[in-house]
């Protein structure tokens, strides 16, 4: 088996998780990844990675500080792992590909839809594979809707239900998830919701939205349950008190290019929560989109649901695939305190395969891009005051919400 020699580039909180993903596809027959190096421009943050790397996996990474200098010094990397923060994955991206190197990045996959094709474009010059980090479509609750909604057994979906309003004024793990010019925490989730939407029921046509900042002042928690040494370092370092300027709340619809509905009503802040996810066919129901850890349940007519274990009984022409079957058995992850970790080694196990066997991955740069581009068409509606195709926000046709940050970030 052919083996990847791995570069993780940012060595923060994502990253430390994504050091106990490696650790778990360590410890299968299907890994072939080979963590060798570590890279932040923070040298304390990759000293801390690479202790946590040699306990994890036995073996301590060498450290860098500088992309181009880490690919000069390990001229045998095949492949980086981004995991920075937003604002910079296309710089990041951009470099690695133009040294020949294959890219895994964590989502979003870029600051604005500008930025995904800057690094689509990146890849196609190169010749290198493109991978977008998008767990939750992975857990087994995801599959099974997948599998259910395209074989029609809730007939034709008409009408969907996206609704995740957290309430609270509680700063969004760091404060940088807060600012406009770093995502916002609208995009930085709403992305899991759009891939959800997107993989469930095709592609958005058109969205129609309005978007909001309830909450301009975000406060530090009593307490962090983060286990993460990076965390609760961060956690004693924060300010009580950090200003917001990006919008935390959200409602639109999406026109689906295959004819349903969906409302979407997704929020990080105020004083009332709600969370409801439904998908109704001609013929029955569907409660959930599928998610990291998170079961569904079904019902045909209108008679009683179905929890996941009898679907997953019922659903002919169902099957995992050998990885997924590995780390999930029985096709359930709710009560699996690993599933962040096993569906984060999944991710590693298929870029691996893609890079060793020429194979694509299931989350591209264009689909990476294209859940970017549904939550800043939901932006851009609202500050064009109309319905925005999302042929026009993917060609940047439309990008006024953008634009700043693109200015700001030197983006062109």
Not at 291 to 305: K, N
Request: proline fraction near 4%; hydrophobic fraction near 40%.
């Amino acid at each position: 088996m052919e083996r990847i020699n791995l570069g993780l580039v940012g060595c923060g909180g994502m990253g430390t998780r994504h050091l106990y993903g490696l650790r778990t596809l360590a410890q299968t027959p299907f890994n072939r990844i080979d963590l060798r190096a570590l890279c932040d421009i923070n040298p304390e943050n990759a000293k801390m990675a690479a202790a946590e790397a040699e306990k994890q996996l036995g073996v301590k990474p060498e450290v860098f500080t500088d992309l181009e200098t880490m690919a000069a010094a390990m001229p045998e990397l095949d492949a980086v792992d981004v995991v920075t923060d937003p604002a910079v994955h296309h710089e990041v991206a951009c470099k690695a590909l133009d040294l020949g190197l294959h890219v895994m990045v964590e989502k979003p996959m870029a600051i604005t839809v500008r930025a995904c094709r800057l690094m689509i474009q990146a890849a196609d010059r190169n010749g290198r594979v493109l991978s977008v980090a998008e767990n939750y479509r992975r857990d087994p609750s995801a599959r099974l809707v997948h599998h259910v909604v395209s074989v029609g057994t809730i007939g034709t979906p008409y009408l969907g239900l996206f609704h995740a309003v957290s309430e609270g004024d509680r700063i969004f793990i760091t404060p940088w998830r807060h600012l406009k010019n770093r995502g916002g925490p609208l995009v930085d989730m709403g992305v899991h919701y759009a891939d959800l939407i997107r993989y469930q029921l095709g592609d958005i046509h058109e969205v129609y939205g309005d978007v909001r900042l309830v909450e301009p002042v975000r406060r530090k928690a009593d307490t962090t349950w983060r286990p993460y040494e990076f965390y609760q370092r961060q956690y004693e370092e924060m300010a009580s008190e950090v200003p917001a300027d990006a919008e935390d709340s959200s409602v639109a619809l999406f026109r689906m290019a295959g004819g349903a509905t969906v409302s979407w009503v997704v929020g990080l802040g105020g004083y009332g929560a709600c969370s409801t996810q439904l998908i109704l066919g001609t013929e029955g129901c569907i409660e959930g989109y599928g998610t990291r850890g998170g079961r569904v349940r079904m019902r045909r007519g209108r008679g009683a649901f179905r929890e996941q274990e009898e679907m997953l009984a019922q659903a002919e022409g169902f099957e995992q695939d050998a990885v997924s079957a590995h780390f999930f058995p029985g096709g359930l992850t709710a009560a699996d305190p690993d599933v962040d970790w096993k569906l984060l080694a999944m991710e590693y196990c298929e870029f691996g395969e893609a890079i060793a066997e020429g194979r694509d991955v299931e989350v591209d740069g264009t689909e990476g891009m294209k859940d970017v581009a549904a939550v800043y068409a939901v932006f851009e509606s609202a500050l064009a005051g109309r319905a925005v195709r999302m042929a026009e926000v993917e060609s940047g046709e439309i990008d006024a919400y953008q634009a700043e940050i693109d200015t700001a970030l030197g983006i062109i």
